[in-house]
Protein backbone atom coordinates (compact mmCIF):
# COMPACT_ATOMS: atom_id res chain seq x y z
CA UNK A 1 0.00 0.00 0.00
CA UNK A 2 1.40 3.42 -0.87
CA UNK A 3 1.14 6.50 1.38
CA UNK A 4 -1.17 8.03 -1.21
CA UNK A 5 -3.49 4.89 -0.92
CA UNK A 6 -3.11 4.79 3.14
CA UNK A 7 -4.25 8.52 3.65
CA UNK A 8 -6.98 7.66 1.26
CA UNK A 9 -7.89 4.57 3.96
CA UNK A 10 -7.46 6.77 7.17
CA UNK A 11 -9.37 9.26 5.25
CA UNK A 12 -12.11 7.06 4.04
CA UNK A 13 -12.51 4.85 7.42
CA UNK A 14 -11.69 7.76 10.11
CA UNK A 15 -15.59 7.48 11.57
CA UNK A 16 -14.85 3.92 12.33
CA UNK A 17 -11.41 4.16 13.12
CA UNK A 18 -12.13 7.10 15.79
CA UNK A 19 -15.49 4.69 16.72
CA UNK A 20 -12.94 1.28 16.99
CA UNK A 21 -10.25 3.59 19.15
CA UNK A 22 -12.82 5.05 21.74
CA UNK A 23 -14.79 1.39 22.33
CA UNK A 24 -10.41 0.14 22.54
CA UNK A 25 -10.05 2.65 25.04
CA UNK A 26 -13.59 1.90 27.05
CA UNK A 27 -13.04 -1.80 26.88
CA UNK A 28 -9.37 -1.05 28.72
CA UNK A 29 -11.10 1.06 31.32
CA UNK A 30 -13.40 -1.81 31.28
CA UNK A 31 -10.49 -4.29 32.22
CA UNK A 32 -8.79 -2.27 34.73
CA UNK A 33 -11.83 -1.53 36.82
CA UNK A 34 -12.65 -5.60 36.92
CA UNK A 35 -9.37 -6.27 37.24
CA UNK A 36 -7.48 -3.90 39.64
CA UNK A 37 -10.72 -2.30 41.30
CA UNK A 38 -11.64 -5.46 43.61
CA UNK A 39 -7.69 -5.63 44.97
CA UNK A 40 -8.01 -2.18 46.34
CA UNK A 41 -11.49 -2.52 47.74
CA UNK A 42 -10.04 -6.17 49.10
CA UNK A 43 -7.07 -3.55 50.57
CA UNK A 44 -9.29 -1.04 51.82
CA UNK A 45 -11.32 -3.79 53.73
CA UNK A 46 -9.04 -5.41 54.93
CA UNK A 47 -7.27 -2.40 56.72
CA UNK A 48 -10.73 -1.61 58.09
CA UNK A 49 -10.92 -4.74 59.20
CA UNK A 50 -7.29 -4.78 60.88
CA UNK A 51 -7.72 -1.48 62.18
CA UNK A 52 -11.23 -0.42 63.32
CA UNK A 53 -13.09 -4.15 63.70
CA UNK A 54 -10.22 -5.88 65.38
CA UNK A 55 -9.96 -3.46 67.96
CA UNK A 56 -13.80 -3.07 68.49
CA UNK A 57 -14.02 -6.82 68.82
CA UNK A 58 -11.19 -7.13 71.36
CA UNK A 59 -12.18 -4.29 73.28
CA UNK A 60 -15.93 -6.17 73.90
CA UNK A 61 -14.66 -9.43 74.24
CA UNK A 62 -12.02 -8.12 77.29
CA UNK A 63 -15.35 -6.71 78.25
CA UNK A 64 -17.33 -9.97 79.08
CA UNK A 65 -13.48 -12.27 80.11
CA UNK A 66 -15.15 -13.06 82.94
CA UNK A 67 -18.10 -14.64 81.85
CA UNK A 68 -16.14 -15.87 78.67
CA UNK A 69 -13.48 -17.46 81.42
CA UNK A 70 -16.46 -19.01 84.02
CA UNK A 71 -18.28 -20.45 80.66
CA UNK A 72 -15.05 -22.42 79.85
CA UNK A 73 -14.63 -23.48 83.72
CA UNK A 74 -18.26 -24.93 83.70
CA UNK A 75 -18.00 -26.17 80.00
CA UNK A 76 -15.21 -28.09 81.49
CA UNK A 77 -16.05 -29.94 84.55
CA UNK A 78 -19.34 -30.69 82.31
CA UNK A 79 -16.99 -32.77 79.88
CA UNK A 80 -14.98 -34.07 82.98
CA UNK A 81 -18.56 -35.25 84.85
CA UNK A 82 -20.32 -36.92 81.36
CA UNK A 83 -16.29 -38.63 80.93
CA UNK A 84 -16.99 -40.03 84.45
CA UNK A 85 -20.21 -41.08 84.30
CA UNK A 86 -19.92 -42.75 80.70
CA UNK A 87 -16.24 -44.52 82.23
CA UNK A 88 -18.72 -45.89 85.11
CA UNK A 89 -21.19 -46.89 83.18
CA UNK A 90 -18.72 -48.80 81.11
CA UNK A 91 -17.02 -50.57 83.96
CA UNK A 92 -20.53 -51.64 85.68
CA UNK A 93 -21.55 -53.38 82.37
CA UNK A 94 -17.94 -54.76 82.01
CA UNK A 95 -18.44 -56.28 86.11
CA UNK A 96 -21.64 -57.57 85.76
CA UNK A 97 -21.84 -59.35 82.10
CA UNK A 98 -19.74 -62.72 81.28
CA UNK A 99 -16.79 -60.62 81.06
CA UNK A 100 -17.25 -59.35 84.73
CA UNK A 101 -17.45 -62.86 86.64
CA UNK A 102 -14.62 -63.78 84.15
CA UNK A 103 -12.44 -60.41 86.01
CA UNK A 104 -13.97 -61.34 89.47
CA UNK A 105 -12.33 -65.08 88.84
CA UNK A 106 -9.38 -64.11 87.50
CA UNK A 107 -8.69 -62.08 90.45
CA UNK A 108 -9.69 -64.20 93.41
CA UNK A 109 -7.40 -66.69 91.67
CA UNK A 110 -4.35 -63.92 92.62
Do not use: H
Amino acid sequence: MTEEELSKFLTDNSARIKEAAVEACIEKVRDNIRFGLPSSVQDVVSAFMKDEVAPAVAKALAGEKGAIIAAAVSGAAKIGDELSKTMVENAVKNMTGYRGSEIIKDLMKS
